[in-house]
């Protein structure tokens, strides 16, 4: 009786010490304080990431020569990645572990913002050209019509036209970069609200869910702020000198 006492004895503090060691590995992250943060960051990007596009849009449209069409169909490509995917995130994403398809959503939304900043990069410098801007019959587009079709026989058709295949290149990535910002923003805002309201106090889950939804209100207005201040620089004030 003594022997198997001393065995339950020494069992239990082995048990003891494993629960010790358990809570000294935890991380830090761990912690659903830590979680309201990161998803604050991740919502307030979102929204100034979306504000941000609308700001500058009259600028896309003039920069790669773009029709008020070619714009729309980039402002809704976040919408339509963010559509595609959604009723699946919301029901699947809530069986597996949502912290990781949250951030697993951060690091798409991060590759659709790098890759929205390529045509910058790829295009060449921006060279204002003056001029009257012509259309063809009934007000067709100049550059999908024949050159025999034009009055002067195409003279200036490489200056209206010059860039259309440049512009279509780009054009395609910044959809493709909407695209992958929808995708990325998908489970960021059901994962995370559903999270939060799991593992929290339920007299705490609605000032959780408050803070979280607010940061989305001020990511709007953080993106108009930064599109006001970056439209007051010329496009390509890097390599060219302004004072001129």
């Not at 700001?55 to 980039?74: H, K, P």
């Not at 019959?137 to 079709?149: F, L, Q, V, Y």
């Not at 440049?166 to 992958?180: R, S």
């Amino acid at each position: 009786m003594k022997v198997k006492k001393q065995r339950d004895s020494d069992q239990s503090t082995g048990d003891v010490q494993r629960d010790d060691n358990q809570q000294k590995k935890s991380s830090c992250f761990s912690n659903i304080k830590i979680f309201l943060v990161s998803e604050c960051a991740l919502m307030l990007a979102q929204g100034t990431v979306g504000a941000y596009l609308v700001s500058v849009l009259t600028t896309l449209e003039r920069r790669f020569n773009l029709q008020s069409a070619d714009v729309g169909v980039i402002a809704s490509s976040f919408e339509i990645g963010n559509l595609a995917l959604i009723l699946f995130v919301s029901y699947f994403g809530a069986k597996g572990h949502r912290p990781r398809l949250i951030g697993c959503g951060g690091i798409v939304m991060a590759l659709g913002a790098l890759l929205s900043a390529l045509p910058e990069f790829l295009t060449h410098q921006y060279e204002y050209q003056s001029g009257e801007i012509r259309l063809g019959e009934e007000g067709r587009d100049i550059c999908a019509i024949n050159s025999s079709d034009i009055e002067d026989g195409g003279a200036n058709l490489d200056f209206y036209c010059g860039s259309r295949t440049n512009t279509n290149m780009m054009y395609l990535l910044l959809i493709g970069a909407q695209v992958l910002l929808g995708i990325g923003a998908t489970p960021v805002q059901p994962l995370g609200v559903s999270y939060i309201d799991d593992h929290v106090r339920r007299k705490d889950s609605s000032l959780y869910i408050g803070i979280v939804f607010s940061t989305l209100v001020f990511g709007p207005a953080c993106g108009f702020i930064l599109g006001s201040l970056c439209t007051k620089f010329y496009v390509d004030a890097v390599f060219i000198d302004t004072s001129k």
